[in-house]
Structure formats: structure tokens, C-alpha cells
Nanobody, 123 residues
Framework: QVQLVESGGGSVQAGGSLRLSCAVS????????MGWFRQAPGKERDGVAT???????SYADSVKGRFTISKDNTKNTLYLQMSSLKPEDTAMYYC?????????????????WGQGTQVTVSS
């Protein structure tokens, strides 16, 4: 059974930083794409960043230069380091796993999802 469990969300002032973690267990394939998505109230779920099994990364334009996705294979953990946070970054953040990454970060590619962790950025 595949499980993804996010942690590290919270409330922070604009300009601050947070690091999200996603503990992954049970993923059966050697090739994969791991991603972070976010969804604000009343909006669609959007891709934030992805990283594949070769450690190739991709970012949404809105977070380039501010967010960094990484993974620790020894700990089976995915990370999202978020810096220079803005109020518009406020959302529920989800980690996800799928068979491959595509440039558009379409959520439909990802079969497995965590429950989410809330990030709130105040001005």
C-alpha cells in the first residue's frame, strides 16, 4: 500500500520560509515522479514542483527562484523548501507520486496523493 504523509506546514509572515516534508512508503516502482501541488480555496489544484527518479526538477513559474524541491532516497522523503513566501502562496499543499513527470505538471499523471498540509502566509 502506497502512503504519502506530509508535514511541515504552518503560518508564517510574508518573506519567511518553511520546509515541507513528505514521507513516502510502499511505492513499488524504481522509476517515478514525485511532485508538490497546492490548492487554495475556490481554485484548482496546481503543480508547484516535480522531481523524477533521475533528480531532474521542474518548477511552476510562480515559484522559480523561491522554492526548491529535493528528495532523500535513504529516508524515502520528499522535501519542498519554500523561501520569500508571499500571501498568494497560501494554500493546502499536497505531495504526489506517479510513473513519470511531464512539463505541464498535470495532476492526472499522479496516482498517489497525501492528505495535505496547510501553509498560510500573512502580509
Amino acid at each position: 500500500q502506497v502512503q504519502l504523509v506530509e508535514s511541515g506546514g504552518g503560518s508564517v509572515q510574508a518573506g519567511g520560509s518553511l520546509r515541507l516534508s513528505c514521507a513516502v512508503s510502499g511505492y513499488p516502482y524504481r522509476r517515478y515522479c514525485m511532485g508538490w501541488f497546492r490548492q487554495a480555496p475556490g481554485k484548482e489544484r496546481d503543480g508547484v514542483a516535480t522531481i523524477d527518479s533521475d533528480s531532474k526538477t521542474s518548477y511552476a513559474d510562480s515559484v522559480k527562484g523561491r522554492f526548491t524541491i529535493s528528495k532523500d532516497n535513504t529516508k524515502n522523503t520528499l522535501y519542498l523548501q519554500m523561501s520569500s513566501l508571499k500571501p498568494e502562496d497560501t494554500a493546502m499543499y499536497y505531495c504526489a507520486a506517479g510513473p513519470f513527470c511531464i512539463e505541464t505538471m498535470t495532476s492526472a499523471v499522479f496516482a498517489y496523493w497525501g492528505q495535505g498540509t496547510q501553509v498560510t502566509v500573512s502580509s
